[in-house]
């Protein structure tokens, strides 16, 4: 499967990624001096915290926020093999949350669903990717993937 | 990210886009799309690096970092972001009258009017000292008095820049006050513009309305030519065009102010495409300036062996008369150097009428036009280009627009060459399509208008100079007037600091692209509300970014007549 390098060693920090996240995924206009001023805060879906990394959802191969998920709303997409959260069925039980090692799982208080970045399977290109400026993150072809995970 | 797909409404840089794609030369529309997508904390100003504890900046997406370190909220960060080009922009335009008094002072040239040129002289002086004294008398009372009021009445070029560059350093001025301080810097840069006008009169004599050609075809195959890039010091210009004349060097311009009585220097090209004339291959020299040169063109230069000489430098030659000398004769010998590198000049020129005075035209003709109603409104066309845009595409397009829909068109600077690029500046076009009430006025003001009327360089005040006539002729203040101003492909700093005067005039203005103040709903509020309770007209800044110019063109028109349409400006988000 296709997976999304972060290489550390470009990584400037620069929050960019977060920014056109915030914007293209979650926020209502899709236009950043709009998305500026919504209400409620759009959530980006990748984390740039602390480190100069950016972080998102690695799509476990052996997820556990689909085995915490009491009623199947984190899903696997059979095809691409990414997780993701079907909204409308999501309860806010926070257990995802609660699971996730890699903390990236967001609990939104005002739409009461579970925000994760499902490295925007409906787009050709993940958002971040396409307009990190150094290419610290960048999606590439891994076949050896599951040879090595198992 | 915005890609723009056409690039130039201008045939004769389109011919060379082809040829620099063939030869791999990277020309600033390459660099552009290198640049995308542009950081977004610095376009929408939720970005500082003034001190080394950041950069900071303002997550728009995140409740752990909405302040910087030292605590600046976005409505401080975009408030400053724009106090800081907007004293960048004054200090252009003061540069630009330092350099131009001390040519004069310097006694290499013969005066026109001896008296006179002494009392502006130390009129600049008392700009810088105690913010002018004669020139604050010149503006009408009333607008002078509501600056007063503000705090923003000029106490001098010292003391204001010093002061609100500190505003950047630190304190607890909030956005609103930051906004003051961008407004009371921009008064100085008017007034400079408007001293540097009058002196050049007095030093040069008066200007009349001149006709020159424009664009890539007036480079010369057989002769030298002589470019002269960016603000240079008049007095320099001058001496380079005398020695010039001599030994028959064509001398052309690329940003710079086309009219030295009784010299001109056609305009050659404009901003965006400011590398364009190297990839002639006819560009023998090149002397620049700094304002609106672009360093990429050393490299260019280098590709095309064109010699590059900086106008000033730190030991450069202090006598101008000996250095445009050497400049000329350089010219020569470089021409000669480059005899074997082939000459491809297109032949794309076009006639213009430029630098009208505001003294040759008959303004009360033109208030009485507006009063009973023959035309709509008056526009003044003005700004640069930028990457962003199709070079040329806004500014014409807006301009047909005005010019169909009753609404005479005033122009500087370098909007007055992209216009006159398609015939604008041309009276003998009579394709340009003018309305009846427009097409009557021209016709009454006098023989052989252009339909859009240049007042000459942006650095020289024309603007100014033309509302404060205005004012006087109709006996009421220049906003009273259905006039606006539109920078609509601005790009440098001293468009910014220009568009800020002509709202302190009481001018609506609307400028494109965004300012880096849409982070901040308060700041982008302040502009349009703060401004009209403050100065009587607004500071349009619209976000959108994909709004088409003859959209734009629209909204400006009915603001003119007074139908308020949906306005977008200072609430972007809804």
Same mark, same amino acid.
């Given at each position: ?150 | ?24 030369? /990277? ?50 960060? %975009? ?13 252009? /335009? ?63 070029? %010292? ?109 050659? @090209? ?119 845009? @199709? ?5 014409? @397009? ?124 308060? @700041? ?51």
């Amino acid at each position: 499967m296709k997976v999304l390098i972060v290489d550390k060693t470009k990584c400037t920090g620069c929050h960019q990624c977060e920014l056109w996240c915030g914007t293209e995924i979650s926020s209502v206009s899709k236009e950043l001096a709009r998305a500026i001023n919504e209400e409620p805060q759009p959530v980006p879906r990748v984390y740039v915290e602390g480190k100069q990394f950016a972080l998102q959802c690695r799509h476990c191969e052996n997820a556990p926020c689909l085995e915490a998920c009491p009623n199947g709303t984190m899903r696997r997409d059979p095809e691409t093999g990414l997780v993701y959260v079907n909204e409308p069925t999501c309860i806010a039980c926070w257990m995802c949350v609660m699971v996730c090692p890699f903390g990236i799982i967001n609990p939104s208080a005002t739409m009461k669903v579970a925000i994760k970045c499902d490295r925007c399977r409906n787009m050709g290109n993940p958002i971040c990717a396409e307009v990190c400026p150094t290419q610290a993150l960048r999606l590439e072809e891994r076949k050896d993937y599951h040879k090595k995970a198992f | 990210m915005e890609f723009i797909q056409k690039k130039t409404a201008d045939h004769a840089i389109e011919y060379f886009l082809l040829k620099a794609a063939e030869e791999g030369i /990277s020309l600033v529309w390459d660099r552009f799309e290198g640049q995308l997508p542009e950081c977004g904390f610095c376009e929408t100003g939720l970005s500082c690096r003034d001190c080394l504890q950041g950069p900071c900046i303002s997550h728009p997406f995140r409740d752990s970092n909405k302040l910087g370190v030292c605590g600046k909220d976005k409505d401080i960060l %975009a408030s400053q972001t724009l106090l800081r080009l907007v004293i960048k922009g004054t200090v252009a /335009s003061l540069d630009q009258l330092s350099d131009f008094t001390k040519g004069v002072e310097s006694n290499k040239i013969k005066l026109k009017n001896k008296g006179k040129t002494d009392q502006l002289l130390k009129e600049s002086k008392n700009l810088f000292q105690n913010g002018g004294v004669a020139i604050k008398k010149e503006f009408a009372k009333s607008m002078v008095q509501r600056w007063e009021e503000n705090g923003i009445l000029p106490e001098g070029i %010292a003391r204001d820049i010093f002061k609100a560059s500190q505003k950047l350093e630190g304190g607890i001025a909030g956005f609103e006050e930051n906004l003051l301080w961008a407004f009371k810097v921009s008064i100085l840069a008017g007034m400079a513009q408007k001293l540097q006008g009058s002196l050049k009169k007095s030093v040069f004599g008066n200007t009349s309305p001149t006709t020159m050609e424009v664009n890539l075809g007036i480079l010369k195959k057989e002769t030298p030519n002589l470019l002269l890039y960016g603000s240079l010091s008049p007095v320099l210009k001058q001496k380079i065009a005398e020695a010039a004349e001599k030994k028959k060097v064509n001398v052309a311009g690329v940003c710079t102010d086309p009219y030295l009585p009784p010299y001109h220097f056609s305009p050659v @090209t404009n901003y965006v495409s400011q590398e364009i004339p190297l990839m002639t291959g006819a560009v023998d020299l090149i002397v620049a300036g700094d304002q609106f040169v672009n360093p990429s063109l050393s490299h260019l230069a280098n590709h095309y062996e064109t010699p590059i000489i900086p106008a000033g430098g730190l030991n450069g030659e202090k006598d101008l008369e000996k250095l445009a000398k050497e400049i000329v004769e350089q010219a020569k010998k470089s021409f000669d150097f480059r005899r074997k590198i082939p000459r491809d000049i297109p032949e794309v020129k076009e006639s213009a009428v430029m630098a009208f005075s505001p003294e040759d035209l008959d303004l009360k003709k033109m208030t009485d036009g507006l009063n009973k109603g023959k035309i709509k409104g008056i526009a003044i066309l003005s700004g640069s280009n930028n990457v962003k845009f @199709t070079q040329d595409r806004e500014l014409a @397009t807006i301009a047909q627009e005005f010019l169909k829909n009753d609404i005479l068109c005033i122009s500087e600077g370098e909007a007055s060459i992209s216009l006159a690029k398609y015939g604008f500046l041309n009276p003998s076009r009579n394709d340009i399509e003018l309305g009846k009430g427009l097409s009557d006025l021209l016709r009454s003001l006098g023989k052989d208008l252009p339909s859009v009327l240049d007042l000459g360089s942006s650095k020289n005040g024309g603007i100014t100079d033309f509302l404060l006539n205005l004012a006087k002729a109709g006996k009421k203040e220049p906003g009273n007037y259905p006039v606006l101003a539109c920078f609509a492909e601005a790009s440098r700093s001293t468009e910014v600091a220009e568009a800020l005067w002509m709202v302190a005039m009481g001018i609506p203005t609307y400028f494109w692209p965004s300012l880096p103040v849409a982070g901040s709903a308060k @700041t982008m509020e302040a502009l349009s509300h703060l401004c009209q309770e403050k100065f009587g007209s607004k500071l349009h800044v619209l976000t959108d970014k994909k709004m088409e110019p003859r959209i734009k063109a629209n909204l400006m028109i009915k603001d003119l007549t007074g139908e308020r349409g949906p306005r977008l400006s200072g609430h972007p988000w809804k």
